[in-house]
């Protein structure tokens, strides 16, 4: 796995930079930590992310984990957090550690042809798999209030590929 | 891909050897059709092996070749049955004609979702009238495609097409599904009609209707000889209604872009609402570089299937089954009480409507046929010539039983017909010119006996309608009821 730029399906532009804590990866279990997320032990939170349906069991699955509606909703937002990660099932499992309690919201597609870009259509839909979190997004990019979830504690998000 | 075809032809050979239990529906035996509606469907396999059927009349030893048909067969699933038509899995028919001697086999079209759904046991997704219990959502417009509305030869290619996503390559010989046709990296699984059209220099054109996620447009391929993409367009339409089929005339490629307007809703169908206000555009679309050449507003209508167009002079004809609502689709298509295979059915009459059009101005003026024709069709040979259409329906006039169907020919600009009535009981299905290696011309079409249980095929002499078939050919057992298909010459 790794840390990678943005990935929003429906955003044009990648993000510049972005300002990591620390990085601890597994090849099961990702996980990542940040540094704006470490304010104090007790708000420290884990999301796990199960992402089921792939089609074809290969490319790179890119993901993007947003905190507010701006960013989420802009194309050249910033996210506090992105992966890429090889496929290898048809499922595939992502840990952020020591997120801080808030609203979060997921974007991702998954390259399966590794071109390192989401492959559209003539009509300009995605022609290969994306998915957001709640499973939104059936007609087009997904906005944060349908898209994001609260994260007071623990919590496993399955997000089915479109 | 290769791996995928030899899975496909392995369960090609299963099925041939009879694998199937009865799961499919057709229409069943009596006339009483409402009364008995719940019964009016009876299980058929899944595969029909060849079979010689039983010949009535002098067959032409002249005519040889294959008149291939698609059916929605598979109704039912684990105690699950469809409640449209449209959403039944295709199933291609093969009635093989040649040395004085008629064959039928048939074998459901390994589509995704047949296959998915053989392995789940029951229906996955949404169909376009029907909602099984706990259906997947749709991934794109192939997930839930039955690939069963017709069947077409372009090229040397045999293709099982719907008309919301993507067709199906079949082998010609035995049927068997060779795997969905992209015609191109960006176009998987994008809307292509079930109604491909040739045109006069041997090209094929079709549409694909994309009125989804809030875009209303309309995808023109333009395909060569032996079916190779020459060209692709999606154009921008003003609303987004329904379309299944189109016309295509010298100059021009025509959209009738009707008036039952889509909304995302939670089944296809429910989609859609007849807007009976509202206006129908036709598109008029310059082959040349498919530019918006002329729109024409008409009075909201409903349209599945057109005749052909020609233009003469500055006027441009057009022939459609018009509809003054879309009824038949959300309803009389449908296998309940309503159904248009109900007796008391003619609220559902369509009406095969002349549209001439002023190229110059755009004044139009329609001439009514008072004939409730549907599956028109014409010689694809000469397709912009002004010549008679066949179809199957009946006359308008009350007198006439909503359960009985005639074979009709009719001309678009004399007005004149021809009007052959094989009684109560039978279900005409679409009929197709076709020719003798004499270059005898007939009209073949299938059809149901349905007092008798059983299908078969009937044949008459081009402009001899009245006369009754000259030939005729039946099963032991009905097949499955179908909408449209081509006849291959050998």
């Not at chain 1, 510049?16 to 104090?40: D, I």
């Not at chain 1, 989401?118 to 290969?128: K, V």
């Not at chain 2, 290769?2 to 032809?9: D, G, I, K, V």
């Not at chain 2, 159904?339 to 059009?357: C, G, M, P, W």
Request: glycine share 8%; hydrophobic share 35%; with cysteine.
């Amino acid at each position: 796995m790794k840390i990678t730029k943005p990935c929003n399906p429906f955003r044009k532009s990648m993000l510049t930079a972005l300002t990591l804590g620390s990085v601890l990866a597994s090849t099961l279990y990702p996980t990542l930590s940040f540094a704006r997320q470490v304010q104090t032990n007790e708000s420290q939170h884990q999301l796990t992310l199960l992402i089921k349906g792939y089609e074809q069991k290969q490319g790179v699955t890119y993901l993007s984990l947003y905190d507010n509606a701006e960013d989420f909703n802009s194309m050249n937002g910033k996210s506090i957090a992105n992966v890429q990660h090889q496929i290898q099932g048809d499922t595939l499992s992502i840990s952020f550690n020591q997120l801080s309690k808030g609203e979060y919201a997921i974007s991702l597609y998954h390259d399966a042809n590794n071109n390192r870009k989401l492959d559209r259509n003539l009509l300009g839909i995605p022609s290969e798999q994306y998915g957001f979190s709640n499973d939104v997004g059936a007609f087009g990019p997904a906005k944060f209030d349908k898209a994001s979830f609260k994260l007071d504690g623990d919590k496993t998000v399955v997000i089915n590929l479109r | 891909m290769s791996n995928r075809r030899e899975f496909l032809q392995t369960l090609v050979a299963g099925t041939a050897c009879g694998l199937a239990a009865k799961s499919g529906l057709s229409l069943a035996s009596g006339s009483a059709m409402p009364a008995d509606f719940g019964g009016a469907f009876k299980s058929v396999p899944k595969s029909f092996e060849k079979r010689a059927l039983t010949l009535e009349g002098n067959w032409p030893t002249d005519l040889r070749g294959s008149l291939y048909r698609n059916s929605p067969a598979m109704l039912e699933r684990n105690g699950f049955q469809h409640s449209h038509l449209f959403d039944g899995d295709g199933m291609i028919q093969k009635f093989s004609l040649g040395d004085g001697k008629v064959f039928h086999q048939a074998q459901m079209v390994a589509t995704d979702k047949f296959l998915n759904e053989e392995d789940a046991d029951r229906f996955l997704y949404h169909g376009l009238g029907s909602s099984p219990p706990n259906a997947r959502a749709a991934r794109n417009n192939d997930s839930a495609n039955p690939a069963n509305i017709s069947v077409r030869k372009m090229g040397d290619k045999l293709f099982a097409l719907w008309e919301a996503g993507s067709a199906y390559e079949i082998d010609p010989e035995n049927l068997s599904t060779y795997g969905r046709v992209d015609w191109g990296e960006d176009l998987k699984h994008l809307p292509f009609s079930a109604h491909p059209l040739r045109d006069a220099n041997g090209d094929w054109w079709n549409i694909g209707s994309w009125i989804y996620s809030g875009q209303a447009r309309t995808i023109i391929y333009q395909l060569d000889a032996q079916a190779k993409l020459k060209r692709v367009k999606a154009i921008p339409m003003n609303q987004a209604g329904y379309m299944h089929a189109f016309a295509l005339s010298q100059r021009f490629v025509i959209l009738v872009n009707t008036a039952h307007l889509y909304t995302p809703g939670k089944r296809y169908f429910d989609s859609f609402n007849f807007d009976a206000k509202g206006k129908t555009e036709i598109v008029l679309l310059d082959k040349n570089d498919l530019s918006v050449f002329k729109t024409i507003e008409i009075p909201a209508n409903f349209v599945f299937h057109f005749g052909n167009a020609f233009e003469q002079g500055e006027e441009l004809f057009i022939s459609m089954a018009e509809y003054r609502n879309a009824d038949i689709m959300s309803k009389g298509l449908g296998l309940g009480p309503h159904s248009a295979f109900a007796k008391e059915a003619t609220q559902y009459n369509s009406d095969l409507s002349v549209y001439r059009i002023n190229l110059k101005n755009g004044k139009w003026q329609k001439q009514s046929s008072q004939l409730a024709m549907e599956f028109p069709n014409f010689r694809e040979s000469t397709p912009f010539t002004v010549q008679n259409l066949i179809g199957m329906g009946r006359p308008t006039g009350t007198a006439n039983k909503a359960d009985q169907d005639y074979l009709i020919s009719y001309h678009p600009l004399s007005g004149e017909r021809e009007i052959y009535d094989f009684g109560n009981g039978f279900t005409i299905e679409e009929p197709l010119f076709i020719n003798g290696a004499s270059g005898q011309e007939y009209v073949i079409h299938s059809l149901a006996d349905r007092q008798k249980s059983r299908s078969g095929l009937a044949l008459f002499r081009s402009g001899e309608l009245k006369a009754g078939p000259i030939a005729m050919a039946w099963a032991e057992e009905q097949f499955p009821f179908g909408f449209h298909g081509c006849f291959v010459p050998s």
